[in-house]
T-cell receptor, first 114, second 115 residues
Framework: QQQVKQSPQSLIVQKGGISIINCAYE??????FPWYQQFPGKGPALLIA?????SEKKEGRFTISFNKSAKQFSLHIMDSQPGDSATYFC?????????????FGTGTKLQVIP | GAVVSQHPSRVICKSGTSVKIECRSL??????MFWYRQFPKQSLMLMAT?????????EQGVEKDKFLINHASLTLSTLTVTSAHPEDSSFYIC???????????FGSGTRLTVV
């Protein structure tokens, strides 16, 4: 059972455009929503994260929008650059006996073309 | 920032042999580490949670006798794939919690190929 659904599976955006990736979850126990960026052959790296009591968080060109009632959240990459080409994973965490268990979305492969 | 070092980055082994993957926290102590498996173009699937000084907790469907996890110190966790078979070929990634704000740092991954 996929607890965090992510779309689209792949995305092609022109340089300077806006990249938008969407995620939806079912488990209301999730209490932290990070986004990870992964380059080929490397481990994921934390990009930005949000808690459910906040509707939006912005860090540089990256913005998370969060809709708690709809159980949806999205990543917006403004002024997309070729260096942003990577696979992006949304995730959700929940307390699991003293630590946070991370559930990942299915990933979105972003390609930014010049 | 916090760094998790994973070694080796790539390994090729013969079917039937065992392979050990190491995950070290370089500048912090990691009571809990996590091991993931990632198939090509797919998401990360949690295999097990490794706790320092105690037995690992395995996710449903993960064979604990095949994927041996040892977390002997606060800075080192190891995953040993025993009697490896071609279907065990995958990208294995470890991670550790690095801060109070649910921050996780991932290792750079290990590409295992069993021939």
């Amino acid at each position: 059972q996929q607890q965090v659904k992510q779309s689209p599976q792949s995305l092609i955006v022109q340089k300077g455009g806006i990249s938008i990736i969407n995620c939806a979850y079912e488990n209301t126990a999730f209490d932290y929503f990070p986004w990870y960026q992964q380059f080929p052959g490397k481990g994921p790296a934390l990009l930005i994260a949000i808690r459910p009591d906040v509707s939006e968080k912005k860090e540089g060109r990256f913005t998370i929008s969060f809709n708690k009632s709809a159980k949806q959240f999205s990543l917006h990459i403004m002024d997309s650059q070729p260096g942003d080409s990577a696979t992006y994973f949304c995730a959700a965490t929940t307390d699991s006996g003293g630590y946070q268990k991370v559930t990942f979305g299915t990933g979105t492969k972003l390609q930014v073309i010049p | 920032g916090a760094v998790v070092s994973q070694h080796p980055s790539r390994v090729i082994c013969k079917s039937g042999t065992s392979v050990k993957i190491e995950c070290r926290s370089l500048d912090f102590q990691a009571t809990t580490m996590f091991w993931y498996r990632q198939f090509p173009k797919q998401s990360l699937m949690l295999m097990a949670t490794s706790n320092e000084g105690s037995k690992a907790t395995y996710e449903q469907g993960v064979e604990k006798d095949k994927f041996l996890i040892n977390h002997a110190s606060l800075t080192l966790s190891t995953l040993t794939v025993t009697s490896a078979h071609p279907e065990d070929s995958s990208f294995y990634i470890c991670s550790a919690m690095t801060g109070a704000n649910y921050g996780y740092t991932f290792g750079s991954g290990t590409r295992l190929t069993v021939v």
